[in-house]
């Protein structure tokens, strides 16, 4: 079965500082991750994916199978920054379901 | 293309009465999503369809939970009797089926059940 944990629910920087946000799957094929963001009053879109290895608004995200994550990582923190964030697996092999972990709240303080 | 549309964005029910959540994929997407979000459980997959076919179900909470996609262009998500429990915010979103393809999200329907 597939699953995504997030085992913060709220986490809160400084503007400047290092921000990393956690995501650990359960897969037992080959996954799809990808993050998605939800700033306030705005619909859920993606970030980034993992296969694409890029850098979206500062924000870098490497998978590592040897120990199950895709952690979103950015060196400064902006407040612009300050959303809800949700990690997200993706089958493969026909099925196509999307599951989401359960989202972390940051914010970035001035 | 004006993006996965969802109606009615908010709505305010009592307990008991029946709730019908729509849903307007983007065109040529061929894959269907229905979500739920809550503080407590974050966004939990109810139930997808691919080519307009229900694929995976078993997120749907109860019987009193259904959802039908009658043609590529349409989706509702029907909640009857409708409980104060299921007071919530449901996401649609639609992707290609297949690939490392996004999902776009409507803007979401906030449900209201007194």
């Known amino acids: 079965a597939q699953r995504v944990t997030q085992p913060e629910k709220l986490l809160s920087v400084f503007k400047g500082a290092p921000v990393e946000l956690k995501c650990n799957y359960s897969?037992?094929?080959?996954?799809?991750l990808f993050w998605y963001v939800q700033y306030s009053r705005q619909r859920l879109q993606l970030l980034l994916r993992h296969i694409s290895r890029e850098s979206i608004k500062g924000f870098t995200a490497d998978l590592n199978k040897g120990e199950t994550s895709f952690h979103l990582k950015k060196p400064f923190a902006q407040e612009e920054d300050s959303a809800m964030y949700y990690c997200a697996l993706k089958s493969q092999g026909g099925s196509e379901k999307l599951v989401f972990g359960k989202g972390t709240k940051l914010t970035v303080n001035p | 293309d004006a993006g996965v549309i969802q109606s009615p964005r908010h709505e305010v029910t009592e307990m008991g009465q029946e709730v019908t959540l729509r849903c307007k994929p983007i065109s040529g997407h061929n894959s269907l999503f229905w979500y739920r979000q809550t503080m407590m459980r974050g966004l939990e997959l109810l139930i997808y369809?691919?080519?307009?076919?229900?694929?995976?179900d078993s997120g749907m909470p109860e019987d009193r939970f259904s959802a039908k996609m009658p043609n590529a262009s349409f989706s509702t998500l029907k909640i009857q009797p409708s409980e104060p429990r299921d007071s919530a915010v449901y996401f649609c979103?639609?992707?290609?089926?297949?690939?490392?393809?996004?999902?776009?999200f409507g803007q979401g329907t906030r449900l209201t059940v007194v």
């Open positions: 979103a639609s992707s290609l089926f297949q690939g490392n393809t996004e999902a776009f």
């Open positions: 897969y037992s094929g080959s996954p799809e």
């Open positions: 369809f691919n080519n307009n076919v229900p694929i995976d």
